[in-house]
Nanobody, 124 residues
Framework: QVHLVESGGGLVQAGGSLRLSCAGS????????MAWFRQAPGKEREFVAT????????RYADSVKGRFTISRDNAKNTVYLQMNSLKPEDTAVYYC?????????????????WGQGTQVTVSS
């Protein structure tokens, strides 16, 4: 069982930065593939970024490539999303998710555990 809690969301102007954190519980967190998804108002939830258990492999959505960086600290059971050069279209609720397999996947249905989400609002 993995329990996930996101933090770090807020209101920021376009061009600004935010760092989201996702704290996980349970020993199995360290072997999980972790990801960030987001859901904007009136839209379906979409993949943002994912990282494998030892940080060797990452993958990003085209819309955030070069601006967002996913990382993790297994000693702290925490995964991060550094978001730079934010745009109004990045406004969404951001969710952390854990996949208990070692695979790198971008489909939300493959993730086993989810956090409650944290709101990110980017003003123009």
């Amino acid at each position: 069982q993995v329990h996930l809690v996101e933090s770090g969301g807020g209101l920021v102007q376009a061009g600004g930065s935010l760092r989201l954190s996702c704290a996980g519980s349970g020993r199995t967190f360290r072997s999980a593939t972790m990801a960030w998804f987001r859901q904007a108002p009136g839209k379906e939830r979409e993949f943002v970024a994912t990282i494998n258990w030892n940080s060797v492999t990452t993958r990003y959505a085209d819309s955030v490539k070069g601006r967002f960086t996913i990382s993790r600290d297994n000693a702290k059971n925490t995964v991060y999303l550094q978001m730079n050069s934010l745009k109004p279209e990045d406004t969404a609720v951001y969710y952390c998710a854990a996949d208990m397999t070692p695979l790198i996947r971008i489909t939300e249905g493959t993730y086993d555990y989810w956090g409650q989400g944290t709101q990110v609002t980017v003003s123009s």
